[in-house]
């Protein structure tokens, strides 16, 4: 038998067969030895099996921690102990940022929440730009997660009360009023469209080329300017300004009534109706934002300021209106690079091409 196997049979005997109803059962590294599947199948087994024991596990792994079996957790770091009361209460949306990036977190003082997945091309970027070791970036997921992780709101309040956490997000296309608020929460938007929006920037992509030397002549500045204006924003711009009025005219309905009035509800008309009248407001609400008038009023402001953009050949605000995944495997070639991801690992790139994303 294999060591896995040999562990499992012995726990099987000691606990199971030769064990007791009741008991306190402490476990070090309970998952050691056993792949991750085989490690939850096998303590839920013995969990249920003794069903009047009290079981106490030390893990270094977080999934094995958030089985459903378990009642409660609580995470350790060098000077904080947090519980987290009811597993089962933790909002399922919070889960794969906080599998992912406990540890991570927990680990450093100080800490950026970003868009995005762990070794994805935005953790490259991000801790290239910073270029401070000291510093975690975590990637956490989307625009939601990375508002919940910087703002320690739900399970985050109890798990890193003691780390300094900041937020940032893509500017995508989002409005300016949404834009305020993010900024007022703990949250920095991005000056361009997304981070992938900065490797777009002709002094970046030039200075790229320079360092890594694979291609007999790098291009000048004026030539990936003049690509990004001429072959891919002009091109594209009706298409640009299309998508950013998708993106302002979504909007997020619900049919609610709060708890305290639905408690003073005793009969099925009443409660019928308080959702009529709920409804309704969501109706108006749906018919204010996306009216004939106010689709007109959108389409205008934003194709107004593609053409804007477009007249003064500005490479800022098209950085801005563009989005920055699509325009960066256009610009590859022109780096000397394969992919994007190829770009995003040019750390030789001379000092003097970074650009500060604090703006």
């Avoid at 030039?206 to 007999?216: D, L, P, R, W, Y």
């Avoid at 030539?223 to 299309?242: G, R």
Wanted: with cysteine; glycine share 6%; proline share 3%.
């Amino acid at each position: 038998m294999s060591d896995g196997e040999k562990q499992v049979f012995s726990l099987l005997a000691d606990i199971v067969v030769l064990g007791e109803d009741g008991r306190l059962v402490i476990a070090d590294e309970p998952e050691l030895n056993l792949n991750p599947g085989l490690a939850d199948k096998l303590w839920d087994l013995i969990e249920e099996e003794l069903t009047d024991s009290v079981f106490i596990s030390g893990t270094h792994c977080v999934s094995f921690a958030m089985r459903a079996n378990v009642e409660k957790i609580y995470v350790l770091n060098n000077s904080n102990i947090a519980e987290i009361k009811n597993v089962k209460d933790i909002d399922e949306k919070e889960l794969p940022a906080l599998l992912g990036s406990i540890p991570a977190i927990l680990a450093s003082n100080r800490a950026i929440a970003i868009e995005g997945r762990e070794n994805s091309i935005d953790s490259i970027i991000y801790r290239w730009v910073l270029g401070d070791k000291t510093v975690e970036i975590v990637a956490v997921g989307g625009c939601e997660e990375v508002f919940a992780v910087s703002n320690k709101t739900g399970v985050w309040d109890a798990l890193a009360p003691t780390v300094r956490i900041s937020g940032v997000i893509d500017r995508d296309s989002r409005a300016a009023i949404d834009l305020s608020i993010l900024e007022d929460n703990k949250v920095t938007v991005l000056n361009y469209h997304e981070i992938e929006s900065y490797l777009c920037h002709p002094k970046i992509v030039k200075g790229i080329a320079e360092s890594i030397a694979t291609m007999e002549r790098p291009p000048t500045g004026a030539e990936v300017e003049d690509k990004i204006i001429e072959l891919l924003f002009k091109k594209n711009l009706i298409q640009i300004a299309a998508r950013r009025v998708f993106a302002r005219g979504t909007l997020h309905l619900g049919l609610s009534i709060e708890k305290k009035l639905v408690k003073g509800i005793s009969d099925p008309a009443t409660l019928e109706s308080a959702l009529v009248t709920a409804a309704g407001n969501e109706t108006a609400k749906a018919l204010s934002a996306l009216g004939e008038e106010r689709v007109g009023e959108i389409t205008k402001e934003e194709f107004d300021k593609s053409q804007q953009a477009l007249a003064g050949r500005s490479i800022e605000d098209i950085l801005k209106l563009m989005p920055g995944k699509n325009l960066l495997r256009e610009l590859v070639p022109m780096a000397g690079c394969k992919n994007s991801l190829a770009m995003a690992r040019g750390r030789e790139a001379p000092e003097q091409t970074r650009l500060s994303t604090s703006s």
